[in-house]
């Protein structure tokens, strides 16, 4: 079993970057899927990018492609969400989530069965 710390959260004014930091406990990080999700208040959970195990394979909401990017580092049993020239829209609490590399849909929210607790981002205008 794998277990999740979110950081880097944090107050930031529109237009600015944050980076977020995943780090995780456990067995056999190297074997899983990981993603971003996020939630805002009043609003369901959602995808927001993810990576495959090798990294060979990413993939993005439409509604951050090209201002956010998704990394791992396995040494560092370690998952990353650079996000750039963010909006108020973007405020949320940011969820880290592992799954099994054996499912499709890198975008699905009920493949992921790991989730970490989550930090806040908030956008100021």
């Known amino acids: 079993q794998v277990h999740l710390v979110e950081s880097g959260g944090g107050l930031v004014q529109a237009g600015g970057s944050l980076r977020l930091s995943c780090v995780a406990s456990?067995?056999?990080?190297?074997?899983?899927?990981m993603g971003w999700f996020r939630q805002a208040p009043g609003k369901e959970r959602e995808f927001v990018a993810a990576?495959?195990?090798?990294?060979?394979?990413?993939a993005y909401a439409d509604f951050v492609k090209g201002r956010f990017t998704i990394s791992r580092d396995n040494g560092k049993n370690s998952v990353y969400l650079g996000m750039n020239s963010l909006k108020p829209d973007d405020t949320a609490v940011y969820y880290c989530?592992?799954?099994?590399?054996?499912?499709?849909?890198?975008?699905?929210?009920?493949?992921?069965?790991?989730w970490g607790q989550g930090t806040q981002v908030t956008v100021s205008s």
């Open positions: 456990g067995r056999n990080f190297n074997d899983y899927t």
């Open positions: 989530a592992a799954r099994s590399p054996y499912y499709s849909g890198l975008n699905l929210k009920i493949n992921y069965d790991i």
């Open positions: 990576i495959t195990w090798g990294g060979g394979q990413t």
